[in-house]
């Protein structure tokens, strides 16, 4: 079994820097052959899906073309890799300001607009309202200057949808609609394989 400090390595160690998407990264599947991750996608740099390979921690699903060497053998790199032990989903999105961007859809709750965002307390914490869920908002900075410290029916600004915790589910499905710039061809099948075929 993986210890707790594994499964968050597991987790949370992906590559989100864009350069070194170009640098054969491996798409890391669960158990179950669903990603990890969709946003940021579960990716590894390639030097820790052949590491997980030798720990036995990983089954290849496909390969790159490019090969490494070491003193003894020449080893393919893996595109593709799945868990043999399942981790088992959090059940809980944690409320973190990348999760909040991801929620609204990295656009203003009150214009729509997908500009320079910042967040807006809907109730001002200057009178009692607190930073939850339920009470912080993605904003343009005009629509937050306008709303200042007022409150919202005061404002003239009306919220596009409710705040509220999303489930997890909800959180996968917005991750699929914002896929990164570099998706390797080798990927596709696995990235989209549970969503409905059209007839």
């Not at 990603?35 to 390969?63: C, G, H, M, N």
Request: hydrophobic share 40%; proline share 7%; with cysteine.
């Amino acid at each position: 079994m993986l210890d707790h400090h594994e499964t968050t390595d597991f987790r949370t160690h992906f590559v989100r820097d864009p350069a070194a998407l170009r640098r054969f990264p491996a798409l890391v599947l669960n158990a179950d052959f669903r990603p990890l991750s969709y946003y940021p996608l579960s990716l590894w740099p390639w030097q820790e899906a052949i590491k997980a390979v030798f720990l036995d921690r990983v089954t290849i699903l496909a390969e790159y073309d490019e090969v490494v060497r070491s003193q003894r053998e020449a080893i393919k790199i893996p595109s593709v890799v799945v868990l043999k032990e399942f981790i088992r989903p959090q059940k809980r999105v944690a409320f973190t300001r990348f999760n909040l961007f991801l929620r609204d859809e990295f656009k203003c709750q009150y214009c729509g607009s997908k500009g320079d965002l910042t967040f807006d307390h809907v109730i001002p914490r200057s009178r009692g309202g607190i930073t939850s869920w339920e009470n912080v908002v993605a904003a343009c900075a005009p629509c937050n200057l306008r709303k200042a410290n007022k409150q919202l029916d005061r404002s003239g600004l009306r919220l596009r949808k409710p705040a509220r915790q999303p489930s997890p589910e909800e959180m996968h499905a917005l991750g699929r609609r914002f896929p990164p710039g570099h998706l390797h061809e080798s990927w596709m099948d696995f990235l989209y394989w549970d969503a409905e075929l059209e007839a």
